[in-house]
């Protein structure tokens, strides 16, 4: 084990693109300042020297840092670590993440860190600590640290995600039917998840309401899908016309391995027709922490909505389900691209609409047809993606870390991370 902090001699200097971006820098008594006058358009960083490194260590950073009139944090409040092999050229370049420290004071200070693997090929490693774009700003860092440990076999977070498809039939009877034939299928292949399609139980060829539809939550239709959750000691997550006094949600339902209910997401964005209906729309978004990673659920039309995805990969989702009647490949890809998330989806439109995509925007798999059913990926949720020259220059950038860092919320504050921090229950 290696816990002697790199940093704690460091010569720190300081940069700018340009002098007339500059802002004022002040190092000393293991503090770094940046005071960044009235210049809208300011830029400054600290660069440490040269750290050697290996790619047999795992390092971590953490800083504290004070401010004043910084209105977006994340973006403008920064420290990077890039890491270079034995030619200097640059293999990887990575944010600090800002830590919830718990403590709501405009005076607490806050916490950059940061745990990261040396990529294969590391020689050494440099940390910049900086701001931009705030001005008549002040940023104080102290308590700044970067210790390296040999690397350690991180607990396995892999999850088993299976996708289903099923036509509709001809009564709710039928559909249940359908809806437990393929949950037994899917279940002997020990998934972790199976998602079922929107409103897979209700959808069916007959004329009733959807009041007549209804059912509470729990109730008897989550009682019987409970059984089986149980048996195949899996979470099931579906959809189910959902009855709450004089309302009826949209409602993804999630089961958990003991058969009872853990969570359920109302759908939010409505299309006319089911407002029509007499559908009430709920009223917010959540992510639910399953026993394997954090996982959140849009369901049909919110799909077209990118405000949803990016509250939830903000709120930390990691895996976010969509059960679908609705079906658009290139929105789903995209919107796994952009906000680094894995996506699978329960579809309607032919067995390859239930697909699971990774956080590229790379379809793993799909269903085949409808006799096969369900499909199943395995899902490594420590596993980091990365594209080449992806805003950090001529080496790999994490695309989930990029465009959470990156965000410029002044142009777009409804959807700021602040506003949607993860409520504990």
């Known amino acids: 084990m ?7 001699n460091a010569i720190w200097s300081p940069w700018s693109p340009r002098e007339e971006l500059a802002p004022k820098f ?14 809208p358009n300011v830029y400054g960083k600290f660069l440490s020297g040269e750290i050697a490194v290996s790619d047999f260590d ?9 401010c004043e009139n910084v209105k977006n944090k994340e973006n403008s409040v920064f420290a990077m670590i890039s890491f270079y092999d034995g030619q200097k050229k640059l293999l990887e370049r990575d944010y600090a993440d800002i830590a919830d420290t718990g403590k709501k004071s405009k005076k607490s200070k806050k916490k950059l860190c ?7 090929g590391t020689a050494y490693l440099t940390v910049e600590i900086g701001a931009r774009w705030c001005p008549e700003a002040v940023v104080e860092w102290d308590n700044i640290s970067l210790e390296t440990s040999d690397k350690a076999e991180e607990p396995k977070r892999c999850a088993k995600i299976a996708t289903t498809f099923k036509k509709r ?4 009877e039928e559909n249940l039917k359908s809806m437990i034939e393929i949950i037994e299928k899917a279940g002997k292949s020990s998934p972790d998840v199976i998602l079922l399609s929107e409103l897979v139980y209700e959808s069916c060829y007959d004329d009733s309401a959807s009041n007549q539809k209804a059912q509470p939550v729990p109730g008897p239709l989550t009682g019987i899908l409970g059984e089986y959750a149980k048996k195949y000691n899996t979470y099931i997550i ?11 949600y949209n409602t993804a339902v999630i089961i958990g391995r003991d058969g009872a209910v853990c969570g359920k997401y109302q759908k939010t964005h409505l299309p006319l027709t089911e407002a029509e209906w007499g559908t009430t729309p709920g009223e917010g978004h959540r992510v639910f922490d399953l026993d394997f990673g954090r996982i959140g659920v849009l369901i049909c039309y ?6 949803n995805w990016r509250t939830l990969a903000l709120m930390g989702a990691e895996i976010i389900f969509v059960p679908t009647m609705g079906e658009d490949e290139l929105v789903q890809r995209a919107i796994a691209r952009t906000n680094g998330v894995h996506v699978v989806v329960a579809g309607y439109e032919g067995a390859a609409s239930s697909r699971i995509i990774n956080p590229l925007g790379e379809i793993a798999n799909s269903v085949k047809d409808e006799e096969s059913a369900y499909v199943t990926e395995s899902i490594d949720l420590n596993k980091r993606y990365f594209v080449y020259w992806m805003s950090i220059g001529p080496g790999n950038g994490e695309t989930k870390s990029l465009f959470e860092k990156e965000r ?16 504990k229950t």
């Open 302 to 307: 919110d799909q077209f909505f990118p405000e």
């Open 58 to 66: 795992m390092v971590n950073f953490s800083a504290l840092f004070c």
């Open 408 to 423: 410029m919320t002044a142009t777009y504050g409804a959807v700021a991370k602040e506003s949607h921090k993860v409520k």
């Open 26 to 39: 002040y190092a000393g008594e293991g503090k770094l300042k940046i005071s960044t006058g009235d210049n």
């Open 2 to 8: 290696k816990n002697k902090n790199l940093l704690e």
């Open 238 to 248: 579906f959809t189910m016309n959902e009855k709450e006094k004089e309302a009826i």
């Open 114 to 120: 940061r745990k990261l693997d040396a990529p294969k």
């Open 169 to 172: 039939r001809e009564t709710r």
